[in-house]
DNA sequence: CGGTTAATTAACTAATAAGTTTAATATAAA
DNA sequence: TTTATATTAAACTTATTAGTTAATTAACCG
């Protein structure tokens, strides 16, 4: 995996981290908070674990207060994630240049053969 | 993992399934062609695996056309992840409502305390 | 038909991920 | 100083992932 925006997409492929980094947008919150939802499901030590896995991609940051360890959303983590989906807007916000884009490639890969409508 | 969301984030943590599906932005190809840029570093069943990952995750679709395997890209899987995103991007926006969110934990939290201005 | 090209399947290995339970650490509070 | 609370660490298990090589399928082409 390695790198950085992989790292990050990894963080994400999961519902459990999602919804912590959810819960984080609205503010602050300690570890065991952060857990309370997930204690029915899976251990504290487990939600430990997905704490790391978000931490190591810079989406959160963990900082200490007595025995407590308040996290933050760092939601600039994903920005880059952003920045990656931008050139891939185009193909749902309804675009000219997609369409332009596929039939252009279809023209040419069809171009020996006769039929080339029927396909969908 | 299991869900859809997931298995989409899940499909993008992997740099060489990101890059596939930036060639298929520029149009259709089947699997060799996507698969020369990796030959060197992986073989072409490990190219297939990737495409398989894509594919479950709805990302791209395989069609069939002779021995050939043309692939689309399907960025409508991308739309999710970017819905998913949206009520984060008032975060890396310079947002007012986030400053506020955030001041606000902070005060919360430090009441007890008396400096509470000087962070970043 | 026989060979070539395109792609997949099968069987396997090694590394990583996600969870567990038990134990340890550190701070607060009585 | 003891006890309770918050969190992490260690050791382990199981499942999944990413890759390999070798074999197989399927379609085309001379």
């Given at each position: 995996?390695?790198?950085?925006?992989?790292?990050?997409?990894?963080?994400?492929a999961d519902p459990t981290?999602?919804?912590?980094l959810s819960k984080l947008s609205l503010g602050e919150a300690n570890v065991s908070d952060l857990a309370k939802p997930f204690l029915k499901e899976m251990s504290l030590p487990a939600v430990t674990k997905h704490l790391?896995?978000?931490?190591?991609?810079?989406?959160?940051?963990?900082?200490?207060?007595?025995?407590?360890?308040?996290?933050?959303?760092?939601?600039?983590?994903?920005k880059d994630v952003s920045d990656w989906m931008e050139p891939y807007k185009a193909f749902w916000?309804?675009?000219?240049?997609?369409?332009?884009?596929?039939?252009k490639t279809v023209t040419n890969?069809?171009?020996?053969?006769?039929?080339?409508g029927n396909k969908k």
């Open positions: 995996m390695s790198d950085q925006l992989s790292q990050t997409f990894a963080a994400l981290r999602r919804a912590i790391k896995v978000l931490e190591k991609a810079g989406l959160i940051t963990k900082t200490k207060e007595a025995q407590w360890r308040p996290c933050k959303l760092n939601a600039e983590g994903l916000e309804e675009s000219f240049d997609r369409l332009d884009e596929y039939l890969k069809k171009k020996k053969r006769k039929s080339h």
